[in-house]
């Protein structure tokens, strides 16, 4: 009897630790000018990722004139650090980037000098200047329940 209820307590634990610390990331879009198309979020963990442009996560959404949330639930204990973890912990930096494709077509368009002629963004509401901002300016650590991040999207 005491064995039948220990290996049913260490299951019952087994399969509540992912749900106790699975995590959310709530990303807020400000400014969109109209309800045309989409808008492509891609989400990066970590320097290298974002350099060679390998999304860890994505998503779609249909474009919202004004603001739009994001969210990306349940991030498990193999993503994000457990909330005692070490705030200088590089595995859990994350950065975020954005665009509205207004007619629709699945690309960002560019003018002849490549400078983007729909909407577009980074976290931390970094701005470009003369060419893709750096990690450094739109990374942000993930160690919290939830994590709020919020951007103004450029035309």
Same mark, same amino acid.
């Given at each position: ?6 290996? %049913?307590?260490?299951?019952?634990? &087994? ?10 990331? #709530?990303?807020? %879009?400000?400014? +969109? ?7 492509? $979020? *891609?989400?990066?963990? @970590? ?5 060679? /442009? ?5 998503? %779609?959404? $249909?474009?919202?004139? @004004? *603001? +739009?949330?994001?969210?990306? /639930? =349940?991030?498990? !204990?193999? =993503? &994000?650090a457990t909330d005692g973890a070490d705030a200088n912990d590089l595995s859990n930096d994350?950065? %975020?980037?954005?665009?509205?494709? #207004?007619? =629709?077509?699945?690309?960002? #368009? ?18 470009? /200047?003369?060419?893709? $901002?750096?990690?450094? *300016?739109?990374?942000?650590? &993930?160690?919290?329940?939830? !994590? &709020? ?7």
């Amino acid at each position: 009897m005491n064995s039948t209820l220990t290996t %049913i307590c260490s299951i019952a634990i &087994l399969f509540a630790t992912p749900l106790l610390s699975a995590k959310t990331l #709530e990303f807020t %879009i400000d400014g +969109i000018k109209s309800s045309k198309g989409k808008i492509y $979020v *891609q989400l990066f963990k @970590g320097e290298g990722n974002y350099l060679s /442009n390998k999304a860890y996560l994505s998503s %779609i959404a $249909v474009a919202k004139q @004004g *603001q +739009i949330t994001i969210r990306f /639930n =349940d991030l498990g !204990v193999d =993503d &994000l650090a457990t909330d005692g973890a070490d705030a200088n912990d590089l595995s859990n930096d994350y950065a %975020i980037r954005y665009y509205h494709d #207004e007619n =629709d077509n699945a690309s960002m #368009e560019t003018n002849l000098f490549g400078m983007p002629t729909e909407g577009y963004g980074y976290s931390n509401n970094a701005k470009a /200047n003369y060419g893709p $901002v750096k990690y450094s *300016q739109i990374k942000f650590h &993930l160690a919290s329940q939830t !994590v &709020l991040n919020t951007s103004t999207i450029a035309y």
